[in-house]
């Protein structure tokens, strides 16, 4: 069994920062592909940052490009998103999310394993 837990998520002014964090209770951590997804009010959840193949492969949306960094920690079984830049739009539920290794794309289908995500409001 592996539990995810969010942290880090608050209240931010546009153009502010934060930093997420994601522990998880796995000893296999390090097999584990690693991502980070969001869900705004009135939308579907949709995929934000991740690892494919380990640290292999890094994947951002586009809408976070050159704003967000995903990072990962294998000694403390934690990884980060670090937000700049953030914007109104980035107001969200943020969810950890874990998968086996692989080098394919990222879908959702294929995340076993979710946070109780944290909340991220950016005001204008």
């Known amino acids: 069994q592996v539990q995810l837990v969010e942290s880090g998520g608050g209240l931010v002014q546009a153009g502010g920062s934060l930093r997420l964090s994601c522990a998880a209770s796995?000893?296999?951590?390090?097999?584990?592909?690693m991502g980070w997804f969001r869900q705004a009010p009135g939308k579907e959840r949709e995929f934000v940052a991740g690892?494919?193949?380990?640290?292999?492969?890094?994947y951002y949306a586009d809408s976070v490009k050159g704003r967000f960094t995903i990072s990962r920690d294998n000694a403390k079984n934690t990884i980060y998103l670090q937000m700049n830049s953030l914007k109104p739009e980035d107001t969200a539920v943020y969810y950890c999310?874990?998968?086996?290794?692989?080098?394919?794309?990222?879908?959702?289908?294929?995340?076993?394993?979710w946070g109780q995500g944290t909340q991220v409001t950016v005001s204008s």
């Open positions: 796995s000893r296999t951590f390090s097999t584990l592909d």
């Open positions: 690892f494919a193949g380990g640290v292999l492969t890094l």
């Open positions: 999310a874990a998968r086996s290794q692989r080098t394919g794309p990222i879908r959702q289908s294929d995340y076993d394993y």
